[in-house]
C-alpha cells in the first residue's frame, strides 16, 4: 500500500468491517456493534487504499454543541509515520469546527496531538477482567424509563456537556442505575455489552461509595462475567476495582484543545468513562 494512493473519504456504514479488521489489528476489542454505536453518534473520515481497502479511520463525536471527543484514531501498520495519521487528524478537526475537543490518547498517538495543540489533563485507567463474586452495596436500584431526563441532567453538571445523544444510545443497548435522595437522582451508572463482555459506565456520583454502589448493582449480578470499567486516575476507584477482580489493563492520556482552565470538578463527579473512546 502505498501512502500516495490513500484518499480520506466520509466514514460510512459500509466501512465498519474494514475499521473492525483495524481495531482488531491494534487488539482493541470493539465489535462491529460498538462501531455502530461510535458511528451513530459521530461524524468521521477513513483511508481508503487504491482497492478500496480501510487504511486508517477517525470519528469526532460531538456533545451537543459544547465539546467533541475525537476517538477510534487508527492507521494501518504497514503505512504508519507516512502522515495519514495527520491527515486524518486534519479532517476531524475540519469536521469539528470551532468546538473544543477531548480525546483519550494512546503513546502512539500523543506526538501527534501534541503537535496539533492538544494538552495533557488526566490519566485514564482501564480495568478489566472476571468480576469476583460481590455482595450488593446499599444505595443503587436499577432506573426506570421516565429517570432519563434527570440522568441526562446530572450527567450534563458532571460533564460539562450535553450528552443526550449518548444516554440515548446506551438506552437502547443497556442498562442504568440510579441513586435517589428524597426522590432526586443524585448518581447514576450504566451498563452495556461492549467488546468482550460489558462496560460499565459513566458513574456519575456525589462520593466514592456512592460509584462503588452503583458499580456494585451491576457487577454482583454478574459473577464471573468479563467487565470492564474506564476511570480517571484522580477518582481513587482503580484500587477498589483491583479488589473485585477487573486489573489494569492499559489506559491512556486524556487531552484537550484548547487546554482545560485548570478548575477542579466538586460534584457530582465522573468516576467512570462511557469508555475511554467517548470520554
Ligand atoms: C497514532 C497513529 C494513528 C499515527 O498514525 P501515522 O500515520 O503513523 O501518523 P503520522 O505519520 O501522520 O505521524 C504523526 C506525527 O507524529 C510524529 N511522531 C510519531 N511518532 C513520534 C515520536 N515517537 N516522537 C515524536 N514524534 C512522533 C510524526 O513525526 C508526525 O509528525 P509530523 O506530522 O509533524 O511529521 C498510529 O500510530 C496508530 O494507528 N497507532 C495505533 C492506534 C493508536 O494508538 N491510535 C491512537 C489512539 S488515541
Known amino acids: 500500500m502505498q501512502q500516495g494512493e490513500i484518499a480520506i473519504q466520509d466514514f460510512g456504514p459500509d466501512h465498519i468491517e474494514g475499521a473492525v479488521a483495524l481495531s482488531r489489528?491494534?487488539?482493541?476489542?470493539?465489535?462491529?456493534?460498538?462501531?455502530?454505536?461510535?458511528?451513530?453518534?459521530?461524524?468521521?473520515?477513513?483511508?481508503?487504499?487504491?482497492?478500496?481497502?480501510?487504511?486508517?479511520?477517525?470519528?469526532v463525536t460531538p456533545?451537543?454543541?459544547?465539546?467533541?471527543?475525537i476517538n477510534m484514531v487508527i492507521v494501518d501498520r504497514n503505512v504508519r509515520g507516512k502522515g495519514l495519521g495527520r491527515r486524518l487528524m486534519e479532517q476531524a478537526l475540519a469536521l469539528a469546527g470551532d468546538l473544543p475537543l477531548r480525546l483519550v490518547a494512546?503513546?502512539?498517538?500523543?506526538?501527534?496531538y501534541e503537535k496539533l495543540g492538544f494538552v495533557p489533563s488526566g490519566t485514564i485507567l482501564q480495568h478489566q477482567g472476571k468480576v469476583a463474586e460481590l455482595g450488593a452495596l446499599d444505595g443503587g436500584e436499577a432506573a426506570v424509563a421516565n429517570d432519563l431526563p434527570d440522568i441526562k441532567a446530572l450527567d450534563?453538571?458532571?460533564?460539562?456537556?450535553?450528552?443526550?445523544?449518548?444516554?440515548?444510545?446506551?438506552?437502547?443497548?443497556?442498562?442504568?442505575?440510579?441513586?435517589?435522595?428524597?426522590?432526586?437522582?443524585?448518581?447514576?451508572?450504566?451498563?452495556?455489552?461492549?467488546?468482550r463482555?460489558?462496560?460499565?459506565?459513566?458513574?456519575?456520583?456525589?462520593?466514592?461509595?456512592?460509584?462503588?454502589?452503583?458499580?456494585?448493582?451491576?457487577?454482583?449480578?454478574?459473577?464471573?462475567?468479563?467487565?470492564?470499567?474506564?476511570?480517571d486516575s484522580r477518582t481513587g476507584i482503580a484500587g477498589w476495582l483491583e479488589e473485585i477482580g477487573l486489573a489494569h489493563a492499559g489506559g491512556g492520556v486524556a487531552m484537550d484543545r484548547p487546554p482545560k482552565n485548570g478548575t477542579e470538578q466538586i460534584r457530582p463527579k465522573i468516576y467512570a468513562l462511557a469508555n475511554q473512546a467517548l470520554g
Not at 444510545?169 to 437522582?185: K, T
Open 25 to 59: 489489528q491494534e487488539n482493541w476489542p470493539h465489535r462491529p456493534q460498538d462501531w455502530q454505536m461510535a458511528l451513530q453518534l459521530s461524524s468521521g473520515a477513513v483511508a481508503l487504499d487504491d482497492q478500496g481497502r480501510v487504511a486508517g479511520t477517525i470519528l
Open 63 to 69: 456533545y451537543g454543541a459544547d465539546c467533541a471527543m
Open 106 to 112: 494512546t503513546a502512539d498517538g500523543m506526538p501527534l
Open 156 to 195: 450534563r453538571d458532571a460533564y460539562g456537556a450535553d450528552r443526550q445523544a449518548l444516554i440515548d444510545a446506551l438506552a437502547e443497548r443497556g442498562q442504568f442505575a440510579v441513586i435517589r435522595r428524597n426522590g432526586a437522582i443524585e448518581a447514576y451508572a450504566a451498563i452495556r455489552p461492549f467488546g
Open 197 to 231: 463482555g460489558e462496560v460499565i459506565g459513566p458513574v456519575i456520583a456525589g462520593s466514592y461509595d456512592e460509584a462503588k454502589a452503583l458499580i456494585a448493582f451491576f457487577a454482583s449480578t454478574r459473577p464471573g462475567a468479563f467487565l470492564r470499567v474506564d476511570t
